[in-house]
């Protein structure tokens, strides 16, 4: 074995290596992905629709992205050389509060360039996971409602159970308003308004309205998006020719 069979060997499999040993079938119930024959792609691609999974198991009949899912494949995509950059896709409903945010501060934190792109919607704890990257897109006709977060279940010591969603709330409030350029102030508002969902209170805007707001950077779909990523990539490759420093 010569010393590039070795590296190749030491190569952590990327999530399309992965999803190559599997069959299509496999593919597509576990990760909702299917394989599609040539081409090695430099960039990943994670599709985050449905509703967001956490610690509690939805109905089978629900269409879920499932947390503990998504993060081994962010991690697998930071480590290996071959993936330069991701390209997040969302329809989402929203769903679980932390599993969301979790999802949202694992893609904000990759050193590779990111692009997200809404199609559809991007709901409830969509908000954060789609501003989390370091350009966002939503297509023209894709909706994001923005609410206050909400709790179901058995409720004990209510001051407690309010300061506790106080809180986690801000915690939405706080990574939404330092990942996008929407201000604190506006992205309250829209949260507490009422009057426009007919059993809630908040704001749906549809596409050039979260552009509007600051919430998204442009109106696009998946070829801007990919137009945007291949040059944050080739930007991020001269920066490091230009340091000479290797890259991750």
Do not use: W
Request: include cysteine.
């Amino acid at each position: 074995m010569n010393d590039n069979d070795k590296l190749e060997a030491e190569q952590p499999a990327t999530p399309a290596d992965e999803a190559r040993k599997q069959s299509p079938a496999e593919n597509l119930v576990q990760l909702g992905q299917i394989t599609i024959p040539p081409a090695e792609s430099n960039i990943f691609c994670m599709t985050i629709i449905g509703q967001v999974e956490g610690h509690v198991m939805l109905p089978p009949q629900n269409k879920t992205t499932k947390y503990e899912h998504v993060i081994p494949q962010l991690v697998a995509a930071e480590q290996n050389a071959k993936v330069e950059g991701l390209l997040i896709i969302l329809n989402t409903v929203g769903g679980d509060v932390e599993a969301g945010l979790a999802i949202a501060e694992m893609i904000s934190s990759l050193s590779k360039p990111k692009v997200t792109v809404v199609l559809g919607g991007g709901h409830s704890i969509g908000v954060p996971i789609a501003v989390s990257a370091d350009y966002t897109f939503i297509a023209e006709t894709a909706t994001m409602t923005i609410h206050p977060i909400r709790m179901n279940g058995l409720v004990i010591g209510v001051p407690q159970t309010f300061e506790y969603l106080e809180k986690m709330q801000e915690r939405v409030v706080r990574f939404v308003t330092r990942h996008s350029r929407i201000e604190d102030q506006v992205f309250k508002d829209l949260m507490f308004k009422t009057g426009e969902l007919t059993r809630d209170i908040g704001t749906t805007v549809i596409g050039q309205d979260a552009v509007r707001y600051g919430l998204i950077d442009a109106i696009g779909g998946i070829g801007e998006a990919l137009r945007e990523l291949n040059s944050r990539i080739a930007a991020r490759k001269a920066a490091s020719v230009v340091e000479g420093a290797p890259l991750s």
